[in-house]
């Protein structure tokens, strides 16, 4: 019988966040750390370089270290994960999906998956943590959120589609209110994910 691993959720958090979080050691290693009632073991996170560190040698090891305007994290590699950092550069806006270790009581990160970002991002992932508490919009104001998130995503067919976060950051609304109606508008058959974040218009 084939055992599935189940892969963890990537919390979407802010730096102060994770560094605020509650560790929980097992054997004197990290076994997750307690963000608002989640047991947290990887991240997802969008933030600045402000540091770059590279040891190329015998033991070759690199490090990062990333603010989100709440707090400063590093992410750190080994071996022939150096490789990761070779193209960023102190200024650069990235997203970061990795696991939370720590060692000698300093929480870091060990990186899955690291893209650059338009700085704008930060804005949007801003905006994500400020909507927890979702400002609820009436009826006429949903119709027009859909009519305007129509509008972008048909626009955008010329250049095969819109991400997600575009959209949030063109229309300022709630982002919880706006992944509602993308969802009812990929359940509708009105729109489609030629991959996931990215909508493409079906009409």
């Not at 996170?45 to 070759?60: L, P, S, T």
């Not at 102190?90 to 990186?111: A, C, F, K």
């Not at 009826?139 to 991400?163: C, F, H, P, R, Y």
Request: hydrophobic share 35%; glycine share 6%.
């Amino acid at each position: 019988m084939e055992q599935t691993l189940k892969r963890n959720t990537a919390y979407k958090l802010r730096i102060n966040s994770i560094l605020a979080g509650k560790p929980l050691l097992e054997a004197d290693k990290l076994k997750h750390i307690e963000v608002n009632n989640n047991n947290v073991i990887r991240v997802n996170i969008i933030a600045n370089v402000v540091d770059k560190y590279i040891q190329d040698g015998e033991k070759k090891f690199g490090s990062i270290t990333l603010d989100d305007a709440t707090g400063q994290i590093k992410v750190k590699v080994f071996g022939e994960d150096i490789e990761k950092f070779a193209q960023l550069n102190q200024g650069d806006t990235i997203l970061i999906i990795g696991m939370v270790r720590s060692w000698n009581n300093e929480i870091y990160i060990t990186p899955e998956i690291i893209k650059k970002k338009e700085p704008s991002y930060l804005i949007v992932r801003k905006l994500e943590s400020e909507s927890e508490q979702p400002k609820t919009l009436d009826k006429t104001q949903i119709t027009e959120l859909k009519d305007k998130m129509l509008s972008l995503v048909k626009d955008a067919e010329k250049d095969n589609g819109i991400d997600i976060d575009k959209i949030i950051l063109a229309l300022k609304e709630p982002p919880e209110a706006i992944n509602q109606e993308i969802k009812k508008l990929l359940e509708e058959g009105i729109v489609y994910e030629p991959r996931p974040g990215k909508l493409r218009y079906l009409g």
